[in-house]
């Protein structure tokens, strides 16, 4: 089981993550409202895995693990995309990014994907 | 979903009664089952391999049969009977009509070829309201042909219609420079294009949109609420974009954005889309390469 932090600007979509991942025995250590605030608690908190959503004002997900490599180049971190933002999933890529999850959710998918990080 | 407009129709011109249209609709619902559950009744396909294409189709903005055929589950000859079988639904909406005795088959006739008048409708765009052809509907209610409002729209219908609810309907889009709406929540699109789409209403009508998205029960809607339907503009945009990436076409997506408290929004002829919902209307929005503003 993993102590996973969510970086996601979206409320509903923090709250469907830490629900499926919560009922399946993962620890939610925090949640960050954008990629800016995810840094700094990833820093404090040092993870098992952070999922990290692309698309957030302030400083956004490509940006953030960008970050958060240079932090620890070993950290597990899983990008939150739509659909559509291939552009973005190659610079993710490039970043270092260890997995992807695709909104609207797929409870199967999360969990196979968090598995593989652990 | 003609069933759904030509029914609203029938009610609003005094022909049949607003609970006949239920009573109509509640029977409907029991006789049409969906493609996945005839295909796994028929053995064609596991419920593990319907399950996977029901997600899929959230994410594809895809038919079932297209994706079954895709992963191989089903062959374009299973699709095709499968689709008998289910039948179309405008044809079962007459029928049951007619089995509880609220029309006869020549009122009905009568009906359509007044609301085909009342509309302006040729005889194919009838046909393909008939058919049950979800774009070419969306086409035929849009005001104008551009490729990309086209494109967009459908998209946006489709996603609503599958994921939000399957008796959703829409009625005529129209262009305006002006809209006053009390709550909207909208995301931007930059890059090749610069769109901006969302959905607006009044009141708590959005919460329709909200509480199916989420799978929650706000009372009102707030930001929370705003969130959940920024989330669900999100995903149809990116249908929309991954959709555009296969023309080359690159578009980037911002943060949605919520307005809790009523706005104007000013603009270029941009295109409003009413969706019909539990008796609710939502507005669909959407500015292609055009100014837009929100204030």
Known sequence: ?118 | MFDQIFGNYLVASGTITKEQFMDVLESEGKIRVKLGLIAVAEKLMTEEQADEVNKLQSIMDRRFGDIAVEKGYLSDDQVTQLLKKQGNIYMVFVQTLIDKGYMTLEEIDAALNKYQEDQGFTHSDMDALVSGDVDRTVQLFLPANTQLCDKHCGIAIRTFIRIIDSSAYVSKAYLVDELKVEKFAMQELQGDHKILSGFAADGNDLLELANKFAGEEFETVDLDALDAVGEFTNCINGLFASEMSGENVDLDMLPPVFYENPVSITGNQFCVFPIHVGGKEIKFILSIDADIDVK
């Open chain 1, 1 to 118: 089981m993993a102590k996973i932090l969510i970086v996601d600007d979206s409320r509903t979509s923090r709250k469907m993550l830490r629900s499926i991942l919560e009922s399946n025995g993962h620890e939610i250590l925090d949640e960050a409202v954008n990629g800016q605030d995810g840094v700094q608690k990833f820093q404090a908190l040092r993870p098992d895995v952070i999922t990290l959503d692309i698309t957030m004002p302030i400083v956004d997900g490509v940006e953030a693990l960008k970050m958060i490599k240079a932090l620890d180049g070993d950290a597990k971190v899983v990008m939150v995309t739509a659909a559509g933002q291939k552009n973005k999933m190659i610079d993710c890529i490039k970043a270092g990014a260890n997995e992807f999850l695709t909104k609207p959710f797929d409870q199967q998918e999360i969990l196979d994907v968090i598995a593989k990080m652990v």
